[in-house]
């Protein structure tokens, strides 16, 4: 989705109304929608259930790769924010509240499938954990960026600030990937590479765990975000439409 098909498609401003869903978006609803049922086939039937932990394991395949989908967001997020205090155009603006939207949805994927795998593996569904404690503290930070956006009524001073505050917000991201390397302390198991000592639940990666687990990585981190982004994208053209026109009629109203 680039910004060139931004302009010919989602520009409020040359339109009088949000113009039918292009073809490439409706192309890639679909296979996103076919490809998710697949991943989720492949994670939930077709691999083989855990000896330890049986068949809660199977969340993982959504759990991990929810996660990975969320970064891809808040890192379009973070691209929209660049660019439009780069260039002031609306449409990047548009880019990076529906990755922050998106993200935030896809990261409450994440910590609702995490609680539910915690609670028969660790017996709670919640503990301060380093990991889950910096996962609650990204997604209160970007849920913190839509009551800033709501807060804000001049739209070129929301937009701005919003830009600034997605770039920052990143650093909550990359915290939270990197968190399990970084504190021996967590009992968060690592998917790729030895766990800490005192992990729980270890996540064996076998052949047909691999299998199962790399086309949900590719299907959750490129598609799933992508095709929402990009659907978001244009409910805000829409919705810059309506206000503009809103505001073009109190103005001559007021004269």
């Known amino acids: 989705m680039s910004a060139s098909s931004l302009s010919q498609h989602d520009n409020p401003s040359a339109q009088a109304v949000v113009p039918r869903a292009p073809r490439n978006l409706l192309i890639l609803t679909v296979v996103t929608a076919v490809a998710v049922l697949v991943g989720l086939y492949l994670g939930l039937v077709w691999v083989h259930t855990d000896p330890d932990q049986g068949q809660v394991q199977r969340l993982f395949y959504v759990h991990m790769?929810?996660?990975?989908?969320?970064?891809?967001?808040?890192?379009?997020?973070?691209v929209g924010g660049i660019a439009y205090l780069r260039?002031?155009?609306p449409r990047w603006d548009a880019l990076a509240v529906s990755g922050v939207e998106v993200g935030l949805a896809l990261s409450l994927v994440n910590l609702l499938t995490g609680s539910v795998w915690a609670r028969p593996i660790w017996n709670t569904w919640w503990t301060w954990d380093p990991r889950l404690t910096s996962a609650a503290i990204m997604c209160l930070t970007y849920a913190a960026y839509l009551m800033l956006r709501g807060a804000i009524e001049n739209p070129d001073t929301r937009r701005r600030f919003s830009a600034v505050y997605a770039i920052l917000a990143f650093s909550t991201v990359i915290l939270t990937l990197i968190i399990i390397r970084i504190r021996p302390d967590t009992i968060h198991p690592v998917v790729v590479g030895a766990s800490p000592q005192n992990a729980e639940g270890t996540f064996e990666a076998t052949r047909s765990t691999a299998v199962a687990l790399i086309p949900n990585l590719l299907i959750?981190?490129?598609?799933?975000?992508?095709?929402?982004?990009w659907w978001r994208v244009r409910l805000q053209a829409g919705i810059d439409w309506v206000a503009a026109r809103k505001a073009a009629v109190m103005e001559r109203e007021g004269n």
Request: charged fraction near 5%; proline fraction near 7%; glycine fraction near 8%.
């Open 87 to 89: 260039t002031r155009n």
């Open 65 to 78: 790769p929810s996660f990975f989908g969320a970064f891809a967001a808040f890192g379009a997020a973070v």
């Open 220 to 229: 959750w981190t490129i598609l799933v975000p992508w095709a929402l982004m």
